[in-house]
C-alpha cells in the first residue's frame, strides 16, 4: 500500500484534445470574455473616479465652512 502512495502518474487527469475548429473558436470566445472583463474595469473605474471627485468636492465644501 506505501508503494503506490510515492508514484503520482497520472493524478492530474487527461486534456482533452481539441480540433483545429474548437481551438480557433475557443479563441474567438477568449476574446470575447477579455473584452467584455475590460469594458467592466473601465466602468468600475469610472464610477470610482466619480466617486472619488464626489468625496473631494463634498469635503472642499465642508472645510470652507468651518
Known amino acids: 500500500m506505501a508503494k503506490g ?8 487527469g487527461q486534456r482533452k484534445k481539441l480540433s483545429r475548429g474548437d481551438q ?5 470566445s477568449r476574446n470575447a470574455d477579455r473584452k467584455a472583463a475590460v469594458d467592466q474595469k473601465q466602468e468600475l473605474l469610472k464610477k470610482m473616479r466619480e ?3 464626489g468625496a473631494e468636492g463634498a469635503e472642499a465644501a465642508t472645510g470652507g465652512e468651518e
Request: glycine share 18%.
Open 5 to 12: 502512495r510515492n508514484n503520482l502518474l497520472g493524478v492530474g
Open 24 to 28: 480557433q473558436g475557443a479563441v474567438q
Open 51 to 53: 466617486r472619488a471627485q
